[in-house]
């Protein structure tokens, strides 16, 4: 069964502290792996597609990477607006419109 | 209007009622999602819908019955649902294409509250 695990699943950070978000995935054949950034009572907002191992894309203080088992979404000097639920996502092979997702890494900075 | 529209955005609903839940894309999208979200869960699909045709329903209680009249706009039909079924309603849309679907673009999502 495809299974996307992230964490931690709750994260304080102060102003300026730079840190990292993991989504480890267990899936049958991975075609994406997608991040998405979530404000209370608002719909999830599309970050990043990564397709394969070694890619990576960056926008503004985040920037996602892809392993063969995880992926990783660092944040550089994070700002309080940057405060929200993150989102994991993969696609497979297999569902190819289906979206499997993690439980979500809910970020806190502190001025 | 741009993106992703859902309404209403909030909904208290009895038992025994009936209700309807409306989405409405403008970004020139081809498929249709309903996703439910609980608290302390992960996103659920619920539908999908690609040129107007149902392709996944995932399990879903015949309570909740979908309908895509068109490209462009998807209904979720809500008729004697549980207190459980209580959560964040979130419809998106996708460019579909043979070789899979792009990134999902959601809407802010329908609050519904079951007494």
């Known amino acids: 069964e495809d299974q996307v695990t992230q964490s931690p699943e709750a994260l304080r950070l102060q102003e300026g502290e730079s840190s990292s978000l993991n989504c480890s995935y267990t899936?049958?054949?991975?075609?994406?792996l997608f991040w998405y950034r979530q404000d209370p009572g608002k719909g999830p907002e599309f970050l990043f597609t990564?397709?394969?191992a070694g890619e990576e894309k960056e926008k503004e203080r985040l920037k996602a990477t892809l392993t063969k088992k995880e992926s990783f979404l660092h944040i550089t000097a994070p700002k309080p607006e940057d405060s929200a639920t993150y989102l994991c996502a993969v696609q497979t092979m297999q569902g190819a419109q289906k979206l499997v997702f993690g439980q979500g890494t809910r970020l806190t900075i502190n001025p | 209007e741009t993106g992703v529209t859902q309404t209403p955005r909030h909904l208290v609903m009895g038992m025994t009622n009936k209700k309807s839940l409306k989405c409405e894309q403008h970004l020139g999208h081809n498929a249709m999602y309903w996703y439910k979200q609980s608290a302390k869960k992960p996103l659920e699909l619920m539908f999908v819908y690609n040129f107007k045709e149902q392709t996944e329903n995932n399990s879903v209680p015949s309570r909740f019955s979908p309908e895509c009249p068109n490209s462009s706009h998807l209904f979720l039909h809500l008729h004697t649902l549980q207190p459980e079924d209580s959560a964040l309603y979130l419809c998106?849309?996708?460019?579909?294409?043979?070789?899979?679907?792009?990134?999902?673009?959601f809407g802010e999502g329908s609050r519904l509250t079951v007494l």
């Open positions: 998106a849309s996708s460019l579909f294409r043979t070789s899979g679907t792009g990134e999902l673009f």
């Open positions: 899936v049958s054949g991975l075609r994406g």
């Open positions: 990564l397709y394969s």
